[in-house]
Each structure stands twice: as C-alpha cells, then as structure tokens.
C-alpha cells in the first residue's frame, strides 16, 4: 500500500485487548490501532515490516506480559501544533501514574482548554505508545476512550498498569422518558 508519504509499513499482533495494528514511514511508527468490532483499518492489506515495527511489536508485547513499563520506539504522530504539546505532556505520564485533562491543560498553558484537550487526547494516533488511557478526570472517573473497544479497553489498561480509577463518569443528566 502506498500513500503520499511512500510506502506505509504494517505489522499486526494479538493482545489481550484485540488485534493491534501498527504502521510505520519505515524509520518511526506513525499509527497504533486497536481492533473495534473485529476490524482494523487496514484488513485485508499485507503485513510488510521494517526494523522499527519489529521493535514495537516486540515492546508491545512486553508491555502486554508486564515486562515493560516504558516504550523507546520512535514515533511520529501526526497534528496541530496543539495536538503534538498535549501528546507531549502524555508521553511524559510513566507507567501507572496519571495526569487529569486540567492537569494537562496546565502543563502547557492552556488551563481552560479541556474541550479541546480531551479532542487532542482522542485524536492520539499513536495510542499505547504515548499512553493516552493515562489520562482521567479530576475526580478519576473514564470519560471516554477511542480506542479499540472503548471504557472497556481503557479500564483493562489502567488495572494493567494498576492505575486507580472510578470507572466511567456518572452520566450528567439521566434522561427518562416523559409520560404526556
């Protein structure tokens, strides 16, 4: 497959989460994708691997067995200029720590941009690799997740790396149907 980069290298392995999908410009990985019910992006296109690949997937794998808490494949992820700060701040959370969306937005100057925050947090393309299910709300709560299954994917990831959480945010209104 090629794109207007050249050629996207891709790899693909089990987790415990589903199916993962790494690709790659050939020198840094450029995308992490987690399976959503049963698909991948790129299924049925032809895995070819370079160096950089074999050492996410082996890294990956670790990280899946509990022997690794830390990634040092080179990455690429693609955005704004405000999507790479926030992707940045990530990065820097280690295993089983965690940082709030404020915290972030704090982190780089943007302490009233929770909304967009939480877009660039989603927008992560590079998921696992720069841990973006590290990120909570300020009481603890899961606020959502994008990748793979969603909630799901994110708390088997968070009691992975034994980060406390609180489950899924209360919904802010229940809606009920109202008798006429």
């Known amino acids: 497959m090629t794109t207007t980069t050249g050629i996207l290298y891709l790899e693909r392995i089990d987790s415990p989460i589903g199916r993962i999908e790494i690709t790659s410009?050939?020198?840094s990985v450029t995308s992490v994708s987690m399976e959503h019910d049963g698909t991948?992006?790129?299924d049925g296109v032809d895995t070819m691997t370079t160096p950089v690949l074999a050492?996410?997937?082996?890294?990956?794998r670790e990280y899946f067995a509990g022997e690794r808490t830390e990634f040092d494949v080179p990455v690429d992820p693609q955005g704004t200029a405000f999507q790479k700060?926030?992707?940045?701040?990530?990065?820097?959370?280690?295993?089983?720590?965690v940082q709030s969306y404020g915290e972030i937005g704090?982190?780089?100057?943007?302490?009233?941009a929770g909304?967009?925050?939480?877009q660039a947090v989603g927008a992560n393309p590079v998921p696992l690799l720069i841990g973006c299910h590290r990120v909570l709300s300020s009481t603890g709560h899961i606020t959502g997740y994008s990748g793979g299954n969603g909630i799901p994917t994110k708390v088997w990831l968070l009691d992975h790396e034994e980060i406390a959480h609180r489950g899924a945010?209360?919904?802010?209104?229940?809606?009920?149907?109202v008798d006429a």
């Open 40 to 42: 991948l992006p790129h």
């Open 55 to 60: 050492q996410a997937v082996r890294q990956l």
């Open 25 to 27: 410009d050939g020198t």
């Open 115 to 118: 909304r967009a925050i939480g």
């Open 169 to 177: 945010a209360p919904a802010l209104f229940d809606l009920q149907p």
């Open 85 to 97: 700060a926030v992707w940045a701040q990530i990065a820097a959370i280690e295993w089983g720590d």
């Open 106 to 112: 704090h982190a780089i100057d943007r302490p009233h």
